[in-house]
């Protein structure tokens, strides 16, 4: 982990076109300016992480909804040997 000190109005480089700065500073808090591409998603920790578990959670409903929908090969091969 990179730690950097920084004071109000001073910034951060990240890459080539993302740029963090000091806006500012009030006891244990500090606010920042984030300036990123559209295509770069900038989250909270908690809403990111809150992101991934959505994502996660619906993944494995349509998972559990093709198991139960999606015959599986051996039923399948039992459905035909019971049409003849």
Known sequence: MLVLSRQKDESIIIG?????I????RGDK????????????????EVY???????????????????VTEPKPAEEEEKKQQEQ
Do not use: C, F, M, Y
């Open 16 to 20: 080539d076109d993302v740029e963090i």
């Open 49 to 67: 992480e809150a992101i991934q578990r959505e994502k996660k959670e619906k993944a494995q409903k349509e998972t559990t909804k093709d198991e």
């Open 30 to 45: 500090v606010r920042l300016g984030i300036t990123a591409p559209k295509n770069i998603s900038v989250h909270r920790r």
């Open 22 to 25: 000091i806006v500012d500073v």
